[in-house]
């Protein structure tokens, strides 16, 4: 069973702030994605990486995916209350479906 | 807007009763999934399928879930002699054609509540 492994849990910054979260797992990604929730909503699909080392900007946001295909972590420019919700990683094992992380639940204080 | 419609959104219900949840993408979609997230985790996978095939059923699935699919097209999951444990996110998720990139378009669910 793969598992990924996102860190940290829960992050509350102030707006304007910097801040990244990871995701980590033990076995090599055929893919990964970025998923973003909001409350009472299905996961919203950020980005998708393949490359081992691969940067992918989103305004204000930049992922980046291992060398090794193992990692990846969501870099977040002066974060915007609009940035609150949980952010999911979620990985292809080279099969037909997809392995989710727990999640970092962040929050962006005004 | 995703495309993909779930009913109900909310289901409040005494363990022990039969619950069903539809699962509607608007346009035509090989393969459609099914996960489940309890409060504070992340989606786990139930099951999937190609068109009408069910081709995978994770060991969550337990013999009182069972999904359908029968024209392909919407699907179902019901759940038999509903228990606590079952309270959850019911997520809906389909993937347009072509190989799986892992690309999932989810609806926005439909969370049970068992009493």
């Known amino acids: 069973t793969q598992l990924l492994e996102q860190s940290p849990q829960f992050l509350s910054i102030q707006e304007g702030e910097n801040l990244t979260v990871y995701c980590n797992s033990s076995?090599?990604?055929?893919?990964l994605q970025w998923y973003r929730q909001e409350p009472g909503e299905g996961p919203v699909l950020l980005v998708t990486v393949v490359t081992g080392g691969e940067v992918k900007k989103l305004k204000r946001l930049t992922f980046q995916f291992g060398d090794a295909r193992k990692d990846s972590s969501l870099h977040i420019t002066a974060a915007q209350p609009g940035d609150t919700g949980l952010y999911l990683c979620?990985?292809?094992?080279?099969?037909?479906?997809?392995?989710f992380g727990t999640g970092t639940r962040l929050t962006i204080i005004p | 807007d995703t495309g993909v419609s779930q009913d109900p959104r909310h289901k409040i219900t005494k363990r022990g009763q039969n619950v069903t949840f539809r699962c509607d993408p608007i346009s035509e979609h090989n393969r459609l999934y099914w996960y489940r997230q309890t409060l504070g985790q992340g989606p786990e996978f139930l099951t999937y399928?190609?068109?009408?095939?069910?081709?995978?059923k994770s060991r969550l699935l337990s013999d009182r879930f069972s999904a359908e699919r029968p024209k392909g097209s919407f699907s179902t999951l019901e759940i038999q002699r509903t228990e606590q444990g079952d309270s959850a996110m019911y997520l809906c998720?389909?993937?347009?054609?072509?190989?799986?990139?892992?690309?999932?378009?989810f609806g926005e669910g439909s969370r049970l509540t068992v009493l």
């Open positions: 399928f190609q068109n009408e095939a069910q081709l995978e």
């Open positions: 998720a389909v993937v347009t054609g072509g190989p799986f990139t892992g690309e999932l378009f």
């Open positions: 979620a990985g292809n094992f080279g099969n037909e479906k997809l392995t």
């Open positions: 076995s090599v990604f055929s893919s």
